[in-house]
């Protein structure tokens, strides 16, 4: 069975702060890993990264990944109160299986 | 931007009630699915949908859920006889799955309260 595991379970900082979120998983014939950020309602997308991808930035944000040791970061970077939410992340295997296996995700709240 | 739409945000049902969730992928997008997040819980996969059939449907989806496209622009997950573990939240998610890679977008959700 797919697993993903993401840490801390939770984070707190203080604005401005760097923030790094783990995600680990084990899938058979990985495909895919994709974050979402969580706020209220629906997952958000952020990035996918894939064997061609390993590694994407957007502003502040950042994420890598590392195929051999099975594992992804997500870092923030000068965070802002805006960044509050759950980071999510999700894995697909081959592709056959089209179903995203979700870890249960890192609440991530920034004091200003 | 385009975004998945989902109606309605909140369906309270009484258990044994049978409810249609409805959503309206992404217009160019091709495969559809239905998650659910029970509340605390991970998200769940429940089924996919391509070509107007079912490609892949997870334990939990069993003969009290059916999906179906109506017409060209919705997408509906029904519970025939709800119970009370039902409730939870209920995205739809839909990806155009260019060059292969499976980016799929979510609804805001609908939050279903079976009583």
């Known amino acids: 069975e797919d697993k993903v595991v993401q840490s801390p379970l939770s984070l707190v900082v203080h604005e401005g702060d760097t923030v790094t979120l783990n995600c680990s998983y084990e899938?058979?014939?990985?495909?895919?890993l994709l974050w979402y950020k969580q706020e209220k309602k629906a997952p958000t997308f952020l990035f996918m990264l894939?064997?061609?991808?390993i590694e994407k930035k957007s502003g502040r944000l950042s994420s890598i990944l590392d195929k051999k040791e099975l594992f992804s970061i997500l870092n923030i970077t000068a965070t802002q109160t805006g960044d509050s939410a759950v980071y999510l992340c999700?894995?697909?295997?081959?592709?056959?299986?089209?179903?995203?296996?979700f870890g249960t995700g890192t609440r991530l709240t920034i004091i200003p | 931007e385009p975004e998945v739409t989902q109606t309605p945000s909140h369906q309270v049902t009484q258990m044994g009630q049978e409810v249609i969730l409805r959503c309206v992928p992404i217009?160019?997008?091709?495969?559809f699915y239905w998650y659910r997040q029970i509340l605390g819980q991970k998200v769940e996969f429940l089924v996919s949908?391509?070509?107007?059939?079912?490609?892949?449907k997870s334990e939990i989806f069993d003969d009290q859920f059916s999906v179906e496209r109506p017409d060209g622009s919705n997408f509906t997950l029904k519970i025939r006889s709800t119970k009370l573990e039902d409730s939870a939240m209920y995205f739809c998610?839909?990806?155009?799955?260019?060059?292969?890679?499976?980016?799929?977008?979510f609804g805001p959700g609908t939050r279903l309260t079976v009583l």
């Open positions: 899938v058979t014939n990985f495909r895919s």
């Open positions: 999700a894995v697909e295997a081959d592709f056959g299986n089209e179903k995203l296996t």
């Open positions: 998610a839909s990806s155009l799955r260019t060059g292969g890679y499976n980016e799929q977008f």
């Open positions: 217009s160019n997008h091709l495969y």
């Open positions: 894939t064997s061609s991808g």
């Open positions: 949908f391509y070509n107007n059939e079912i490609s892949e």
